[in-house]
């Protein structure tokens, strides 16, 4: 059974910084694809980045430079540094994970069948 938990979001003024965790069960992070999504109100949910144990790792253009995903094997956990945060980050964030690699359509949701509930990231201006 797997069971995957996203924790780290929370309030930044626009320029700072958060880390998002994704820790699991019933999975291991070295083998396997884990991607972070994010959803807006009223948006559909969007990829925002992917690493996988053969490739990536890849971002969306808006994140590139300011986000950065890892792969802790040791302790399997998968984190998201976010920097120099802008308001339009502001979102809802899940990470998901499923067997395989990234792929070209690593930004698309129904590539992951296992999702873990959302954190919060509020970003004010």
């Known amino acids: 059974d797997v069971q995957l938990q996203a924790s780290g979001g929370g309030l930044v003024q626009t320029g700072g910084s958060l880390r998002l965790s994704c820790t699991a069960s019933?999975?291991?992070?070295?083998?396997?694809?884990v991607g972070w999504f994010r959803q807006a109100p009223g948006k559909e949910r969007e990829g925002v980045a992917c690493?996988?144990?053969?490739?990536?790792?890849n971002y969306i253009g808006d994140v590139k430079g300011r986000f950065t995903i890892s792969n802790d094997v040791a302790n399997n956990v998968v984190y998201l540094q976010m920097d120099n945060l802008k308001p339009e980050d502001t979102s809802v964030y899940f990470c998901?994970?499923?067997?395989?690699?990234?792929?070209?359509?690593?930004?698309?949701?129904?590539?992951?069948?296992?999702w873990g509930q959302g954190t919060l990231v509020t970003v004010s201006s």
């Open positions: 998901a994970a499923d067997s395989g690699w990234c792929g070209s359509q690593w930004y698309q949701p129904r590539r992951f069948d296992f």
């Open positions: 019933g999975v291991t992070f070295d083998a396997a694809a």
């Open positions: 690493v996988s144990y053969s490739d990536g790792p």
